[in-house]
């Protein structure tokens, strides 16, 4: 046990180290602390994984953590075949981002505490996944979300970063809020928090309701749907995906470990994690299935008209997410998490690209003034475009393998399954015109920046090139570990991660024939292939297309361009209300008239009562000698009262 206790442990004693000596010893050597940290944690995590290979499931308490009358609760780790792809994926993935940091925040004024924020940010992640029980998954739930805004609103000096950071924080709080009564409820109605305990009596609770607003709703689907709130804040599902997108504020290397191994990822293995609880309830089942692909499709249409490199991209984990819960929704948990899994190595690939090309352009974000780029950064073309291929399902390519087997278990997942299996594949031709929009506009053709601009045209340094040629490989190789079985039967060869996963997840019920198999997979390799094709008829070949088309649908293209107005009417239905009651009610009444009246007002009566009194005190003997008078005159009189005379 001492061995898993050290994975999450490392990068927290790095974070101390730094955030206490970084500013005064450690200063730009800071990486070195953190990088070792997590390199020991991905080692770890490497002979955990083959343990767990090998048939080792471990769940054990390591120390008690509070204890309240019959309720105890310890910090425990449950390391089985789900932990152990999360830790591979946390650390690898990690580790490459804070190399890449060396190169990409070199010189930064906050450059010790950069380095502090990765490691805690990595040391939450794995608490959250190591858990073995609710409330430590819910403290590590917290603390991503923490660290979250510690990396988003890093350079706080800047504006919208501090208020992206704040809306993401804020924002994270309502799906929170509905995650915690989950919890509360999972407990009062199970008496546990801990896995095995939840999973083996929730059955239990099979036909059971609660009256909620004067409704009887199943307490299994109450559970699920509490539950699942959590995982749309975290995950930015619709409606609660505002946050991500603006959180590219931070640092590009955030949005690599935001979007591909932390943060985002941590709803989806919630879901996961609870499949017991969420397969008792149709209803769950299908609100989780629909919202992933609602949520997909929703965000794969913005990311066809944004000219933000990052922000394209992230809208692109808004979608991938999607495809994960989508997956989920249809009993292929095994499918959402392998999604999971390859997408953290592309997508944190796509990002890195992204940064790469900013650290060569001076900051530059937009791609309509970019171009060319493939000349001066070979690098980052080549391993921008594996990223992109694979993202857009090519056969071959790790994104292949896991888009193929959720689009085929959702195709066997009736009625709802086919919906979503329908809009999964519209989304896979949106996903390959919207990747390959970002090759042709900012790596073909000429270059459409300043002259400035072209003069600094080079490639990035090492320390941020080598960790994209590594992600690279995990973009072609991650997904062969998941061959199709139309594929796999005919070359003798299982799908390896499906057997991976048959102890924690099962096997999805599948119906339909090798024939359908063959068209379902037919199907989206030819709109990965046609939506790279239209990109680059549009972008490339006759790029005045898109022009013409903006024209023509500007309503649409406007629509698109300002994210359906979502954020706007957020700040209409919730943002404006809060500030007009914060100002009118809260400041000017309860604050303005309550508090200050109380706070101000009582010492105001003490000094005008004791300014009155003090008039009494003239310094005249005949004045004194009337009010003694007349005080015993009133002493008098009472004690006549009192005695009844």
């Not at 009564?181 to 928090?193: Q, T």
């Not at 689907?221 to 995982?231: D, K, S």
């Not at 990052?310 to 989508?326: C, D, E, H, N, P």
Request: charged share 10%; proline share 3%.
């Amino acid at each position: 046990m001492d061995k898993y206790i050290l994975i999450p442990l490392l990068p927290l004693a790095a974070f101390l180290i730094n955030i206490i000596f970084g500013k005064a010893v450690t200063k730009d050597k800071a990486h070195w602390i953190a990088i070792l940290a997590v390199l020991g944690s991905f080692v770890l995590a490497v002979q955990t994984f083959t343990e767990v290979l090998g048939g080792k499931v471990v769940n054990q308490d390591v120390y008690t953590w509070f204890v309240s009358g019959n309720f105890r609760v310890s910090v425990g780790f449950l390391i089985d075949q789900l932990s152990a792809v999360m830790l591979i994926v946390v650390t690898s993935v990690s580790l490459l981002v804070h190399i890449y940091s060396v190169g990409y925040m070199h010189g930064d004024t906050g450059y010790y505490r950069f380095f502090s924020y990765l490691s805690l940010f990595t040391f939450s992640m794995l608490m959250l996944v190591m858990g073995n029980n609710l409330l430590q998954l819910y403290f590590g739930w917290e603390a991503v979300g923490l660290c979250s805004y510690f990396l988003i609103g890093f350079w706080y000096e800047k504006k919208s970063a501090s208020d992206a950071g704040k809306k993401a924080f804020i924002v994270n709080r309502f799906g929170d809020f509905g995650f915690g009564l989950g919890v509360m409820l999972i407990f009062l109605s199970l008496g546990s928090v801990y896995y095995a305990d939840i999973f083996s009596k929730i059955g239990t609770l099979q036909g059971q309701t609660i009256n909620l607003l004067g409704y009887n709703v199943d307490l299994i689907t109450l559970i699920a749907l509490l539950l699942f709130c959590g995982a749309v804040g975290k995950s930015a599902q619709i409606p609660l995906h505002v946050w991500l997108p603006d959180a590219m504020e931070g640092p590009t290397p955030v949005s690599a470990l935001i979007h591909a191994a932390t943060m985002v990822t941590a709803g989806v293995f919630l879901v996961a994690r609870f499949n017991p609880v969420f397969n008792l309830s149709p209803v769950a089942m299908a609100v989780v299935a629909l919202t992933g692909a609602i949520t997909s499709l929703f965000a794969a249409t913005i990311a066809l008209v944004q000219n933000d490199i990052k922000r394209i991209v992230a809208y692109s984990t808004i979608s991938q997410l999607g495809y994960m819960f989508l997956a989920c929704g249809v009993g292929a948990y095994g499918a959402g998490v392998f999604h999971l899994y390859t997408h953290a190595y592309f997508k944190a690939l796509l990002f890195l690209g992204a940064g790469s090309v900013m650290h060569a352009m001076g900051g530059e974000l937009d791609i309509q003034k970019m171009g060319g780029l493939k000349k001066y950064m070979p690098v980052t073309y080549w391993t921008f475009l594996i990223a992109s291929l694979s993202i857009a399902g090519i056969p071959g390519l790790s994104g292949f393998f896991s888009k193929d087997e959720i689009l085929w278990l959702a195709y066997n997942g009736g009625p709802v399954g086919k919906v979503v299996w329908a809009i999964g594949t519209l989304v896979a031709a949106l996903t390959a015109f919207y990747s390959f929009r970002i090759i042709f506009l900012a790596f073909h053709g000429r270059f459409r920046g300043t002259h400035e601009q072209e003069h600094h045209l080079h490639e990035s340094p090492k320390a941020m090139i080598i960790p994209l040629m590594i992600l690279a490989i995990g973009a072609i190789a991650a997904g062969w570990v998941g061959i199709p079985e139309i594929i796999g039967s005919k070359i003798g060869v299982e799908n390896g991660i499906a057997n991976f996963f048959q102890p924690v997840f099962g096997h999805p019920h599948v119906h339909a024939g090798p024939e359908e198999e063959q068209l379902v997979m037919g199907v989206s390799i030819l709109c990965a292939v046609g939506g790279i094709f239209v990109s680059w008829i549009f972008y490339s070949l006759k790029p005045e297309i898109p022009k013409s088309l903006a024209a023509t649908f500007k309503g649409i293209h406007t629509t698109l361009w300002n994210k359906y107005y979502i954020d706007e009417l957020y700040d209409f239905i919730i943002i404006r209300p809060v500030k007009w009651t914060s100002v009118n009610v809260l400041m000017a009444v309860t604050d303005g008239a309550i508090i200050e009246g109380i706070v101000n007002g009582i010492p105001r009566a003490i000094a005008s009562f004791g300014a009155k009194l003090r008039k009494l005190q003239t310094g005249y003997v005949q004045d004194y000698a009337v009010s003694m008078a007349i005080g015993l005159f009133v002493i008098i009189t009472l004690v006549l009262i009192a005695t009844g005379r």
